[in-house]
């Protein structure tokens, strides 16, 4: 199982709606793309000097499966969305 996480620093203006809908955006994924095994997107409560804003955790069957997800019509609508919105994403992807 592969294992991927981003995590997002989303910009200030309307900063609450843009990780509302963003958040909603990427749960639909799961319905829309078939590789995708699993996913959950929080949003940070702890809002401390450390923290990022969003954190989405998704699983795939292998390096093939997000592969397929990354390039997935549905999946570049939700990330042009989230380019406009955010500031900073890193990413963590591992084989678990």
């Given at each position: 199982m592969l294992v991927h996480i981003v995590i997002f620093v989303f910009k200030e203006e309307n900063k609450e709606a843009n990780m509302v809908r963003v958040k909603?955006?990427?749960e639909g994924l799961l319905s829309k793309v078939e590789t995708l095994k699993s996913m959950?997107?929080?949003?940070?409560?702890?809002r401390s000097e450390r923290?990022?804003?969003?954190?989405?955790t998704s699983t795939f069957a292998d390096q093939e499966g997000l592969s397929t997800?990354?390039?997935?019509?549905?999946?570049l609508e939700v990330v042009n969305i989230i380019k406009?919105?955010?500031?900073l994403s890193k990413v963590v992807d591992?084989?678990?």
């Open positions: 909603t955006m990427l959950e997107v929080g949003i940070d409560i702890s923290s990022f804003d969003m954190v989405l997800y990354a390039v997935h019509p549905a999946h406009e919105v955010t500031t591992y084989v678990k």
